[in-house]
């Protein structure tokens, strides 16, 4: 197993080649389908839950792949590192994004409710398919990178206020003291087209046989 170079080409998509990723881009799609309706271009919000769940994959494939490189004894050719720093990295963008739009009661409901959920689902799906899981989360920050290319539309129309970067930003992406939202979402845009990459890569990089001893 190998950590993949990021290309950040902004329009990449995968094309789904096999069952396996007709499953993983059906249900990408379904999930933009309910995300589409219920925030509609309310795009701070949307990107609260959005990166709940993107934060989710990294630490359970990080921990999966430990467990088993445990068991096997065998290296993992830096996959756990790249998957916590993914867990990682889309946690900064929650807690970024809630310092923008500060979620209601509600939403933060929502928000528990979507992570247990999922958290569950995506740990019995990298079980019985790292492949399928990895696939997913690249069809996963596909659509993230799409959102964010929205977001950043709407910005420019000036129909999302271009407010000041929050403090925590500012020191996580080592942005200029005056950077503002649009600054912000370039660069949480640029991390999840190289999250898109990896995973695709990885999804790639499990052959059937190598799915069968990840299981």
């Known amino acids: 197993m190998k950590a993949l170079d990021k290309t950040k080409a902004v329009d990449d998509h995968r ?3 096999n069952l396996s990723d007709h499953v993983a881009l059906g249900l990408t799609l379904m999930l933009r389908f309910f995300a589409d309706t219920f925030f509609a271009k309310r795009y701070g919000n949307r990107a609260i839950v959005l990166e709940t769940v993107a934060a989710v994959p990294g630490m359970v494939g990080g921990m999966l792949v430990h467990l088993r490189c445990l068991r096997w004894m065998v290296e993992d050719q830096g996959w756990i590192r790249t998957l916590l720093d993914e867990a990682e ?15 209601n009661p509600f939403e933060r409901l929502v928000i528990l409710m979507v992570q247990a959920l999922f958290f569950v689902a995506f740990f019995v799906l990298y079980l019985t398919s790292p492949r399928t899981a990895h696939r997913l989360v690249g069809y996963f920050e596909e659509q993230a990178v799409i959102s964010y290319t929205l977001y950043l539309a709407e910005i420019d129309a000036g129909r999302v ?12 992406w080592n942005l200029p003291a005056n950077a503002r939202l649009r600054d912000v979402v370039l660069v ?10 990896v995973n695709h890569g990885f999804a790639d990089a499990l052959t059937p046989v190598e799915a069968s001893q990840n299981a």
């Open 89 to 103: 990295n889309e946690r900064m963008h929650l807690m970024t994004f809630v310092q923008i739009a500060k979620p």
């Open 15 to 17: 094309a789904a080649r």
């Open 188 to 197: 949480v845009r640029q991390d999840e087209m190289g999250h898109r990459d």
């Open 161 to 172: 206020e271009n407010v000041a970067a929050p403090e925590i930003a500012i020191a996580y």
